[in-house]
């Protein structure tokens, strides 16, 4: 849990200023004050020169889901099916994760995010998981209005494994791409059983630098996937504590 008295300010990052209902709810549930940073209030040219500021002002750094990251930016010519490209998105997220890295800032990146820790450290991506061989399908978006779930399978000794309790836990399911090449410090920490795709990493040398391909913040609203969720947001807050 938070430390009692003090409130961790937590950076969250976006395209723009449309609320992002699931991920600032999530932070303020575990005890945490939620500013968004949305790349579209600057020209990409201002985003390094604002990073310190950003920096300055927070004490943990959420990398939240959203549109693909541009494949040219890991060396690939962009696929029929990549969507939501924003070259001012991935800049400011990209220097802001690099920085934090250097400064040890506690960092959590979901679907979205744990590919621009990969791809900020010169890894690569699957730009559609279907027509990967071997790789099942992208999983449907919403069961009954739900999103579907699997199994993860961590590795002993992880900041996950440790966090969760167990090595094998269930989670949720929504998304088209996934990290193939992992970057550099980083580790994998979980995989799904069913098709080897990476579902967590990590940077064994820092504080709290986690990625998850899964939903977190959405699991929150199952009675079954809470706990998952619960324990992350927790420790992620009391780390930037």
């Not at 001012?88 to 934090?100: G, M």
Request: overall charge negative.
């Amino acid at each position: 849990m938070p430390i009692i008295g003090i409130t961790s300010k937590i950076g969250i990052t976006s395209k723009d200023r449309r609320v992002m209902t699931n991920y600032i709810d999530a932070i303020r549930e575990f005890g945490g004050e939620p500013l968004v940073f949305a790349s579209l209030d600057r020209y990409i040219s201002e985003h390094r020169e604002a990073i310190p500021e950003y920096l300055g002002r927070i004490d943990g750094l959420l990398l939240p889901g959203g549109g693909d990251i541009d494949p040219c930016l890991y060396f690939q010519k962009r696929h029929r099916m990549v969507k939501g490209v924003s070259r001012s998105r991935d800049a400011l997220e990209i220097w802001l994760f690099q920085n934090a890295l250097a400064a040890d800032l506690p960092v959590f990146g979901i679907c979205r995010g744990i590919q621009i820790m990969s791809v900020a450290m010169r890894g690569a991506l699957h730009q559609h998981i279907p027509d990967i061989s071997g790789i099942r399908q992208a999983p449907p978006h919403k069961i009954a209005r739900r999103d579907a779930s699997h199994e993860i399978e961590m590795s002993d000794g992880s900041l996950l494994h440790g966090l969760i309790g167990e090595s094998v836990s269930s989670v949720n399911s929504s998304h088209h791409q996934a990290v193939d090449a992992v970057g550099e410090g980083l580790v994998v920490t979980a995989r799904s059983p069913e098709d080897g795709i990476i579902e967590a990493i990590e940077h064994p040398d820092k504080l709290f630098m986690l990625g998850v391909q899964y939903h977190p913040e959405r699991m929150l609203h199952h009675p079954e996937l809470r706990e998952h969720a619960r324990k992350l947001f927790e420790a992620f807050i009391a780390a930037a504590s």
